[in-house]
């Protein structure tokens, strides 16, 4: 089975600054997809970014980047120009997609980020 | 196209009842999947319905319990509740298969059993 691992629970950044959150995550597969997705307080959990196993370039949306090292199994996604509402906690996650099984997804146990005004 | 709906957002429970939650996944989408989340466990898959079909299962005891209709609904049932199932439980819906496949989430139900 795939795990996703997050290492630190709580972090804390002063807004404008970056951040950078880590995820680290265990597979035999070749061909996976890679998520991180943002749960704000008391709001739905929307997706932030993703990236393809089988593409080296690393996926950028606005602020948001990742570093995917995948000989290391490392994904780890940088929030640059933090704004107040980056406030969330953040879950990585991995997805084997399968034709016909279903893509099961393995989400880590967050990290729980707060920009500091 | 509207999103993931979850009913009801909040439910009160104690030890012993049973619950079903109900969820109405994105318009054309026909994969439910559905998450446990707590506090330092993250999110914790229970089970994953396609076509009325429970397609994966997690490490979930009997008492969890789901299905879906031919609309693409899903109910997610627990019976005899204990007060470790106090949880936040998500929904998400997802359309395409065999590639990249986005999961949509809808607001989740706040399940607390005293």
Request: with cysteine; net charge positive.
């Given at each position: 089975?795939?795990?996703?691992?997050?290492?630190?629970?709580?972090?804390?950044?002063?807004?404008?600054?970056?951040?950078?959150?880590?995820?680290?995550?265990?597979?035999?597969?070749?061909n996976?997809?890679?998520?991180?997705?943002?749960?704000?307080?008391?709001?739905?959990?929307?997706?932030?970014?993703?990236?393809?196993?089988?593409?080296?370039?690393?996926?950028?949306?606005?602020?948001?980047?990742?570093?995917?090292?995948k000989?290391?199994?490392?994904?780890?996604?940088?929030?640059?120009?933090?704004?107040?509402?980056?406030?969330?906690?953040?879950?990585?996650?991995?997805?084997?997609?399968?034709?016909?099984?279903?893509?099961?997804?393995?989400?880590?146990?967050?990290?729980?980020?707060?920009?500091?005004? | 196209?509207?999103?993931v709906?979850?009913?009801?957002?909040?439910?009160?429970?104690?030890?012993?009842?049973?619950?079903?939650?109900?969820?109405?996944p994105?318009?054309?989408?026909?994969?439910?999947?559905?998450?446990?989340?707590?506090?330092?466990?993250?999110?914790?898959?229970?089970?994953?319905?396609?076509?009325?079909?429970?397609?994966?299962?997690?490490?979930?005891?009997?008492?969890?319990?789901?299905?879906?209709?031919?609309?693409?609904?899903?109910?997610?049932?627990?019976?005899?509740?204990?007060?470790?199932?106090?949880?936040?439980?998500?929904?998400?819906?997802?359309?395409?298969?065999?590639?990249?496949?986005?999961?949509?989430?809808?607001?989740?139900?706040?399940?607390?059993?005293?």
């Amino acid at each position: 089975a795939q795990t996703v691992t997050q290492s630190q629970p709580e972090m804390s950044v002063q807004e404008a600054e970056t951040v950078t959150l880590s995820c680290t995550y265990d597979t035999s597969e070749n061909n996976y997809y890679l998520f991180w997705y943002k749960q704000p307080p008391s709001r739905q959990m929307i997706l932030v970014i993703r990236q393809e196993a089988y593409k080296q370039q690393n996926a950028t949306e606005n602020r948001f980047s990742v570093n995917f090292q995948k000989a290391a199994k490392s994904f780890s996604l940088k929030i640059s120009d933090s704004q107040l509402g980056d406030t969330a906690m953040y879950f990585c996650a991995f997805m084997k997609p399968r034709q016909n099984t279903g893509n099961q997804f393995y989400f880590g146990t967050g990290t729980s980020l707060t920009v500091i005004p | 196209k509207a999103g993931v709906t979850q009913t009801p957002r909040y439910l009160i429970k104690t030890r012993g009842q049973q619950v079903t939650l109900s969820c109405s996944p994105i318009s054309g989408h026909r994969s439910v999947s559905w998450y446990q989340q707590t506090p330092g466990q993250g999110l914790q898959f229970l089970f994953e319905y396609f076509s009325e079909t429970q397609r994966n299962k997690g490490n979930f005891p009997g008492r969890f319990s789901g299905r879906q209709f031919s609309n693409s609904r899903s109910e997610m049932n627990v019976s005899t509740l204990e007060l470790g199932d106090s949880a936040l439980y998500l929904c998400a819906s997802s359309g395409r298969e065999g590639s990249y496949n986005e999961q949509f989430f809808g607001p989740g139900t706040r399940l607390t059993v005293l």
